[in-house]
């Protein structure tokens, strides 16, 4: 049989493995390349303009290399910023993530709903779009944050936050306007789902987090849906682009099926 081409999850760093996480379980044994990009992390505090000319140009040679099947863009900064021309560049299928906005408003009872996710995502008109078609009758607070997106990284590598940090950032969101009244909180950038749990303990209430995880996994399984994949899961690939020691991440790569680290 033909070796059955890989998908291709594409992030600046690690959060792109909260999107793994939910493929895999619906497509245990499809070959994984995991690309970080991290000689160009983090992408949110990066103006627009950079993010457009990076992404389309990297993946372009990603998927020379690595001859993926599909590409999820793991990444809510790159995906707002940069997938309509990452669509009209590559003659493959590209699944993006955009930030959850129209589960939150199903779920919100308060019709208050806080978006958390990149400084560069929050501000993109594809949120302001996102906001006018599904949540037209919330207050939609948005709050970027770099420091949780750090955190999320640290977190994978082992090292402990400072014990406060998860508090303040919440804090950043919840003090703003109406935030008292919010509800549900979409995690606009897939690093945040790593950091879940913590958010939730660290939350002065209950919150309900939502994230578009689960459905970018069943669009791939659907977009995937005539290719034969291998019997059993293989060695799975993360890629980096430079600029970071990768020994940290090693073992934690591996819990993801990730064994074999390249560099680009
Ligand atoms: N994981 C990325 C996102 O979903 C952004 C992290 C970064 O700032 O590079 O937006």
Request: glycine share 8%; net charge negative.
């Amino acid at each position: 049989m033909e070796r059955a081409r890989p998908l291709l999850i594409f992030d600046s760093g690690v959060g792109g493995l909260s999107v793994l996480r939910e493929i895999r379980m619906l497509l245990p044994s499809a070959p994984i390349v995991y690309a970080a990009d991290s000689a160009g992390f983090p992408y949110g505090t990066k103006s627009p303009a950079e993010v457009a000319a990076r992404v389309p140009a990297l993946l372009g040679r990603l998927a020379e290399r690595y001859d993926p099947a599909l590409i999820v863009i793991a990444c809510n900064t790159a995906s707002t910023i940069a997938l309509d021309a990452v669509r009209a560049a590559l003659d493959l299928p590209i699944v993006g993530t955009v930030p959850a906005i129209k589960p939150a408003a199903a779920l919100s009872k308060t019709r208050v709903i806080g978006v958390l996710g990149t400084a560069a995502t929050i501000v993109q008109p594809y949120v302001d779009r996102l906001a006018a078609e599904f949540a037209a009758d919330c207050t939609v607070i948005r709050h970027g944050s770099a420091e949780l997106v750090e955190l999320a990284e640290a977190k994978l590598r082992g090292e402990a936050p400072e014990p406060a940090a998860y508090a303040r950032i919440l804090d950043g969101l919840l003090s703003k306007g109406e935030g008292e009244r919010i509800d549900t909180v979409v995690l606009a950038c897939t690093h945040f789902p790593l950091v879940e749990e913590e958010l939730a303990t660290a939350a002065p209430r209950p919150l309900a987090f939502v994230d578009g995880n689960a459905g970018i996994a069943r669009r791939t399984q659907w977009l995937t849906r005539d290719l034969a994949w291998p019997e059993a899961a293989q060695e799975g690939i993360a890629m980096f682009t430079g600029g970071i020691d990768t020994e940290p991440y090693r073992a934690p790569l591996a819990d993801f099926g990730l064994t074999r680290i390249e560099k680009l």
